[in-house]
């Protein structure tokens, strides 16, 4: 198959000569321009399946030629280069549907790779994949014996108003199979409240789950409805119950066999119409034996029980989820991204530690940190090696422009949300954070970073 013919503009001649020998010499036919008028005449009368650009040309920028490339043709990968790179410009690329932005000086090699990934975005196009039957239990994919069996213990719960206890790792989904049993259930309709038990603190368990009136404590200027009123008719899915601490595990116990609770500063019990559904990543008969987790609180909990696999024991699931989780990453970033067919095949080889979570997050960061088109074996396997280091405390003194790029991707496929973009890139929130201040003051206090939530 012939090599793409290229469009070289820079209004350094020495470099658009140099760029275009090496390119010539490696098979690509390539067109010069030498100024932005000439560059858009040539784009208006030629189809240029790359377009490599300087930012900053004469009148007009590189910015200006991306505009023009895309009006003409959508498909056009166009590479941005400059030595002088900004917030502000690699914000207005990335928006701009940019393939790639490299910072001068930068290698021949290098840059041949980045035209080699252009290539290869343009011709090996994806396959139109049915999306009929990705739907399941709540948003939960996945046809293997082992979810089959997961879905039947699901619809039989939601037939039984019983406690239910649900066991496996972190990352798995036990929120998605809750929620599925709530939607399921006859309290469908009613609140469904979850509790993320590691993040109650100790003195607050009563409060947070039974409620306070005004006046039960220093502080208490009004009644505050604790969870279960909150859930009232519905549902309350304590995850990782085994953070509970013991000294509220008995009130709980209570709770559950007498379904009454009694708020702080309350004369009296109310009654409760909750369903209870908990679930641990850890095992919970090892806890009763090491006098973390009371035995009568686990034989109250553990009346309905689902084991929820783990994503390495249901490897045919993988390409049903990748499926998924891309569509959706990419919809949400306005890029067209997919894997390879080497890339595919480890997606299901690996064991995935953090499981059907993990997965998400390594698609999601893919998406919006690598340029769109193909994703490589090599390119996964460097993400994959990303996601499963520790979130890095400390940061250097100086930040680099590639990293600035992948911050503001990730903030830009993350709708400007924070907390989802630390998630993306897989370091700490407070790390980002810095990071954003750091850009914000090389800026001389004017920051280019859009204004978002938390």
């Known amino acids: 198959m012939s090599k793409p013919e290229i469009l070289v503009i820079d209004d350094d001649e020495a470099i658009t000569a140099t760029v275009s020998s090496f390119l010539t010499a490696k098979g690509y036919r390539v067109t010069v321009a030498n100024d932005s008028e000439e560059a858009l005449d040539l784009l208006d009368t030629a189809r240029f399946p790359v377009v490599l650009s300087d930012i900053y040309i004469d009148r007009l920028t590189g910015l200006d030629v991306l505009r023009h490339a895309k009006e003409r043709d959508p498909h056009t990968c166009v590479i941005l280069m400059t030595a002088r790179g900004s917030v502000r410009t690699t914000v207005e690329a990335e928006m701009g549907g940019a393939f790639d932005y490299v910072a001068k000086p930068f290698e021949l090699r290098d840059l041949l790779q980045v035209i080699e990934r252009a290539e290869r975005s343009r011709e090996a196009q994806p396959e139109e994949e049915s999306q009929e039957d990705l739907e399941q239990f709540g948003g939960m994919i996945g046809f293997s014996p082992q979810m089959i069996g997961v879905y039947k213990r699901i619809a039989r719960s939601a037939r039984s108003d019983e406690t239910v206890l649900l066991l496996g790792e972190s990352g798995v989904g036990k929120e998605l199979v809750a929620r599925a049993i709530h939607d399921h259930s006859s309290r469908a309709g009613k609140p469904f409240v979850a509790v993320d038990s590691g993040a109650v ?251 978002t939530s938390q």
């Open 201 to 451: 603190s100790g003195s607050l368990w009563e409060s947070e789950v039974f409620g306070a009136l005004r006046g039960a404590f220093t502080g208490a200027d009004r009644d505050r409805p604790g969870i279960i009123e909150t859930a009232r008719g519905g549902t309350v899915f304590f995850d990782e119950i085994g953070e509970v601490p013991l000294e509220f595990q008995a009130k709980l116990l209570r709770f559950l066999q007498e379904k009454e609770y009694r708020p702080l500063g309350a004369g009296a019990p109310r009654k409760a119409d909750v369903r209870v559904i908990a679930a641990t990543n850890r095992n919970p008969e090892e806890m009763t034996r090491e006098g973390k987790f009371r035995e009568d609180l686990l034989y109250r909990l553990n009346v309905l029980r689902i084991e929820v696999p783990p994503l390495r024991e249901r490897r045919s699931d993988i390409p049903f989820l990748v499926r998924r989780f891309l569509g959706e990453a990419c919809e949400s970033s306005g890029r067209k991204t997919w894997f390879d067919s080497e890339a595919e095949r480890l997606l299901e080889q690996c064991d995935w530690p953090g499981n059907v979570r993990q997965l998400q997050n390594v698609i999601r960061r893919l998406v919006a940190l690598e340029p769109p088109g193909a994703v490589s074996q090599e390119v996964l396997k460097r993400q994959l090696e990303e996601s499963s280091r520790p979130a890095p405390e400390e940061e250097p003194m100086e930040l680099e422009a590639v990293e600035r790029q992948q911050i503001l991707r990730a903030l830009d496929q993350a709708g400007g949300n924070k907390t989802r973009a630390a998630e993306i890139l897989g370091i700490q929130r407070r790390t980002l954070y810095k990071k954003l201040a750091r850009i914000e003051r090389e800026q001389g206090g004017h920051s280019s970073v859009p204004e």
